[in-house]
């Protein structure tokens, strides 16, 4: 099989209001963000597409202190194959983030829980992960973003063929770069570059992937 056939490509697009506001904490106004967002994206496997996705999610970031903030976002997808139109896994997770301004940036760490449920035990699964970003400004116009993050992944059941329950452990690492310069009419392009290696229980998962992303980030 060709290295392309391998290869995945995912493309989404979401949209939703943003919110923001002030609490009187500790006698002083400390801002708020309240967002709420709904996306569609498709996926790619070797150039064929193989999936649809639906997402809606909420988010909560309240600054508690001069320094520092808190976070939280609550997230629901469903997924629809192609060739398997009675399998649509259906999932849920929560994210949670506190965030500490260090030098010229913020320094985040974040703890996520996830759940997808679909027809097959073997198919659904639960995660951990926790995270840890930092961002800042780098000159005038540069805004870099460094990701690294530890997750596992459980799943119900034994697959019969191996005798075994899968168990994934996966590191990665990102890098997240915009320009402002090239901002219009309050959006701005970010590239971000990513590497993952996981390890798992049954060999034949075990992978190593690099990923290209483009994005477009609402300013307003």
């Known amino acids: 099989m060709r290295a392309s056939a391998h290869d995945r490509t995912w493309a989404g697009l979401s949209t939703g209001p943003r919110l923001h506001y002030a609490l009187d904490i500790g006698g002083r106004p400390r801002p708020g963000l309240f967002s709420a967002s709904l996306g569609v994206e498709r996926r790619w496997r070797g150039g064929e597409g193989y999936a649809k996705g639906l997402w809606a999610g909420l988010g909560l970031e309240q600054a508690v202190a001069r320094d520092w903030r808190l976070g939280v976002l609550p997230r629901v997808w469903t997924t629809r194959y192609d060739r398997a139109r009675g399998e649509k896994p259906r999932g849920r997770s929560l994210a949670l983030h506190v965030a500490r301004r260090v030098g010229p940036g913020w320094l985040t760490a974040g703890a996520k829980a996830a759940r997808e449920t679909a027809k097959a035990r073997t198919r659904s699964w639960t995660s951990r992960e926790a995270s840890l970003r930092y961002a800042a400004d780098?000159?005038?116009?540069?805004?870099?973003?460094?990701?690294?993050?530890?997750?596992?992944?459980?799943?119900?059941?034994?697959?019969?063929?191996?005798?075994?329950?899968?168990?994934?452990?996966?590191?990665?690492?990102?890098?997240?770069?915009?320009?402002?310069?090239?901002?219009?009419?309050?959006?701005?392009?970010?590239?971000?570059?990513?590497?993952?290696?996981?390890?798992?229980s049954i060999p034949l998962y075990d992978r190593t992937a690099r990923t290209v992303r483009i994005g477009v980030r609402r300013l307003f």
């Open 138 to 200: 780098v000159g005038r116009d540069w805004q870099v973003s460094l990701r690294a993050a530890l997750a596992r992944t459980r799943f119900d059941a034994e697959e019969w063929l191996f005798r075994a329950r899968r168990e994934d452990r996966a590191r990665e690492v990102g890098l997240t770069l915009s320009h402002r310069k090239l901002a219009w009419e309050g959006y701005l392009p970010e590239l971000t570059l990513g590497w993952s290696r996981t390890r798992s």
